[in-house]
């Protein structure tokens, strides 16, 4: 996903197959990176061009007033269906587009914004549209919102000017017709009642909306690693490279790291409404870049759409400003290709652009300097490769293999700086020519593209730098010297983020607001590079978990970590996802490492193969014992016979995936009986041949808990849900955040049906597992707490109620 799309790499490849063996060759031996893309700089022709250009126009981010119309009457579709937060989101998506209607756009947002009670961000939609020239004959309507606004914030001075505002308004418009005036006095009279009301009893106005969420936690950082708390420290060995090293014991939901995004780049991610039209060009589905800040990945809810595209929208004037300042004035006319080239071309464009020229063409000739000394020792005799491979283990081996801790700055210092960003590994020599060439003709065509752009904003990214890209008169086939070191760099940042690009994901809760029971699932928001937590190495079987909040990622213990133990992380194939030769295989490709950490071990010393992590077993239809085999797998009881085909089974449990999938669907339809008749025949089936551990066995129960939720059959989804837990706590134990999340859905289900004995119960388990692994500021630890202060208040009758 994070790569070029898969019409650019085929051309790539072929392109590769068509070049002379021998360009092939010196390709394929360019070891400085330099040269690989001085190579590539001819090699990207107006055939290249022309097909990259075809490919983007798919992607085409510019702004067109005929979209702004087709938005807009979406949204008034959802608006009169009543469907709010879907017609806040087409609103959305039609301000991103010019058109002279703008000003309706922003009057209708305020309008969905109110019904959702977002009375602060309505009135700012107001202030839109009246400064974008909402017509005067339907001022009344909107100012009439404006003081209900107001009224509900408990702004009452502002409400009765706005109020004597209207009045005069009716007063000298001539073009109302009667009954429209009666209705728009009728009204005023109303809200002049309530604010009356308001004014006799002036409730205390709940402040708590602006829920500074001050981070309590104690924070003492480390002299050493910027972003690291003092309980870590760096070590370096040639067997683990630099790692981090606890330096006094550690409990569990402990704070080690907390770093903020050298540079982060919002994933366009999958469309999450699946109902294309095929009539409609302009797509009204909701994408990741719908739903958060282009800069700050805060969760959006009136966006601010960039000036100059409509694919970029932010949260606030300020990220608009601050994004346009630092990098999108840059990126924004090169959107489309962008998108095309994929995340890690953009990442890998804006991590220039945020270190600003100054800083990056310092870091390339310093490293020009250091290759030709290290040329000249390779002269000499051993090769720093062949030093480097014997060793090499784990991420993070020193790439010059200095006997001291690379990286640091002068003063002993780890930052989180360019400079640690720079020096992050490349593997450049591990990964296969034909991907290298890929990265290689996808940073040219960037390059490309820069080149015919006005590059004076590429001195902007640092204060320091006011030298301006001369634009000299090239031929096509040349990139200015200054293209050519940001060129460099890029690349060298687009493979090295095929080992260290870290996904930043975040828990998205279904926005249909129908089920009860929250729904739930994790969703990769952004790809970022975080130098200090890319200096933990991986583990299946981590002791860290690792949450993250906007672009700030924090690392925290998940057990107790002794003095002296290394802390480690998984970079993605976990013990409890896959089998110790799966896992290997995938670090082993994306990685380069061979994993020989205890879970490994321990699992290859058992001799326990297959690729299947433990409990995903499948079972004999008569008699439920386990069943084991290759391609045919016998029952494991010996008084029972039964022979069936791998292939087979797997046929099965595709067939039972996709039931649970249509289940799912009729879930978020809104038909929970049919949902629940459905899933209680898929149970059934289950039992036939998979264990009773089977992650789909849990799944099911989950499903068939949030149907019996919604429907609002409290006893059936507990009894459900604890089925799902006891799966759930059998594969990831019961500390896991798997396991919290699942308490989580099991203390709504018992706070909505008043079991209140075991609810407070629950709460308090998922309340000490959440917290250790998001941090006692998390919003469903925020949550539990208040459902369980909820709890607290009810009458002692209610709390001894029969249940
Ligand atoms: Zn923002
Ligand atoms: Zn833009
Ligand atoms: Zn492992
Ligand atoms: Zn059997």
């Known amino acids: 996903m994070d790569l070029p799309v898969e019409r650019w790499a085929a051309y790539a490849r072929r392109r590769w197959a068509s070049l002379e063996p021998c360009l092939q060759r010196k390709l394929a031996l360019a070891v400085p990176l330099r040269d690989t893309f001085l190579l590539c700089l001819p090699l990207f022709q107006a055939a290249e061009e022309e097909f990259l250009h075809r490919l983007a126009a798919r ?96 702004r009452l001075e502002e409400a009765a000017g706005v109020i004597s505002k209207v009045e005069s308004k009716i007063a000298m418009d001539q073009s109302l017709t009667s009954t429209t005036r009666q209705i728009l006095l009728r009204k ?7 604010a009356h009301e308001k004014e006799s009893s002036p409730e205390l106005v709940p402040e708590a909306l602006s829920k500074t969420q001050k981070d309590l936690e104690f924070w003492e950082e480390n002299g050493k690693i910027s972003s690291a708390f003092s309980s870590v420290s760096l070590n370096f060995n040639s067997c683990r490279g630099r790692h981090l090293v606890a330096t006094k014991d550690i409990l569990p939901g402990e704070s080690l790291v907390k770093e903020e995004a050298f540079v982060s780049v919002l994933s366009p991610g999958k469309s999450l409404l699946l109902q294309e039209s095929a009539e409609t060009t302009w797509d009204s589905r909701v994408t990741n870049g719908d739903l958060h800040c282009h ?19 932010y949260c606030s004037k300020k990220c608009a400003q601050l994004a346009w300042e630092h990098y999108h004035s840059t990126e924004c006319p090169l959107g489309a290709l962008l998108l095309t080239l994929g995340v890690f071309s953009h990442v890998a464009l804006r991590t220039v652009l945020v270190a600003g020229f100054a800083e990056v063409s310092s870091l390339v000739k310093q490293f020009h300097g250091d290759d030709k000394e290290l040329h ?19 991420e993070g081996l020193s790439e010059k293999a200095e006997p001291l801790i690379r990286d640091c700055e002068d003063d002993g210092q780890y930052r989180g700086s360019y400079q640690a960003v720079f020096n992050l590994l490349t593997h450049a020599e591990k990964h296969s020519p034909e991907h290298k060439f890929l990265c290689s ?30 634009a000299h008169v090239l031929t096509s086939a040349e990139l200015s010297p200054e293209l050519q070191i940001l060129g460099e760099a890029m690349l060298r940042h687009m493979l090295q983020l095929h080992c260290n690009a870290q996904a ?9 607001g129908a089920s009860v029971v929250t729904e739930s699932e ?19 079987d981590p002791n860290t978990s690792v949450t993250f909040s906007g672009t700030v990622v924090t690392v925290r213990a998940s057990q107790p970590i002794p003095r002296g133990q290394e802390i480690v992380h998984c970079y993605g194939p976990h013990r409890c996802r896959m089998g110790a030769a799966e896992r290997r295989q995938r670090l082993l490709c994306q990685y380069f490492f061979e994993c020989r950490c205890q879970a490994c071990l321990d699992e290859l010393g058992s001799n326990v193969t297959g690729t299947a992590a433990t409990g995903d077993i499948f079972c004999c239809s008569s008699c439920h014992a386990s069943m084991q085999g290759e391609d045919v797998l016998r029952c494991s009881s010996g008084a029972c016979t039964l022979l069936v085909g791998r292939d087979y089974l797997l046929r099965q449990l595709w067939d039972l995936q996709l039931q649970v999938q249509t289940a799912l669907g009729l879930l978020k339809d809104k038909q ?56 759930v706590e059998a594969r990831h134990g019961p500390s896991s955040v798997e396991t919290g999340h699942e308490l989580f859905k099991l203390a709504q289900i018992l706070f909505n049906g008043f079991a209140v004995s075991e609810a407070l119960c629950t709460i308090q388990r998922a309340e000490t597992v959440l917290s250790v692994h998001c941090g006692p500021q998390n919003a469903q630890v925020q949550e539990l707490q208040e459902m369980r202060a909820c709890l607290l208040e009810l009458p002692r009758s209610l709390l001894h109620r029969v249940e």
């Open 188 to 194: 005023i009279s109303q809200l002049k009642v309530k």
């Open 504 to 512: 930043v994901t975040s828990i998205r809760e279904s926005e249909s």
């Open 376 to 394: 000249k020792a390779e002269a000499r005799g051993k090769s720093q490769d062949e030093t480097r491979d014997s060793t090499a283990d784990m």
């Open 295 to 313: 800069r700050c990945l805060k969760r959006l809810l009136a966006s601010v759409p960039c000036r100059g595209c409509s694919y970029a929208k």
């Open 59 to 154: 992607n085409w981010v510019g702004k067109d007033p005929r979209a702004a119309l087709f938005y807009k009457e979406e949204g008034n579709k959802s608006f009169h269906k009543e469907e709010y937060t879907a017609a806040l989101r087409l609103y959305s998506k039609a301000v991103s587009h010019n058109s002279p209607e703008m000003s309706l756009c922003y009057a209708n947002r305020s309008a969905a914004l109110f019904h959702l009670g977002h009375f602060e961000d309505c009135l700012e939609d107001i202030d839109r549209a009246e400064a974008q020239g909402y017509p005067n004959r339907l001022q009344p309507k909107i100012l009439l919102r404006k003081t209900e606004c107001l009224l509900l914030l408990g």
């Open 522 to 540: 994790q969703v990769r928001l952004a790809t970022a590079l975080f130098p200090v937590t890319s200096l933990l190495n991986h583990s299946c």
């Open 441 to 470: 003709l996808s940073i040219v065509a960037i390059c490309k593209k820069l080149q015919e752009a006005d590059l004076t904003i590429l001195s902007q990214g640092s204060c320091e730098s006011q030298s301006r890209l001369k």
């Open 672 to 727: 929970p009986n049919q949902a629940v008749e459905l899933l209680m025949r898929c149970r059934l089936d289950a039992e036939n041949f998979l264990s009773a551990e089977h992650m789909l066995v849990g799944k099911i129960e989950d499903h068939l808990a949030q149907g019996y939720a919604t429907l609002g059959k409290w006893q059936e989804a507990a009894r459900h849900l604890r089925c799902s837990i006891q799966i």
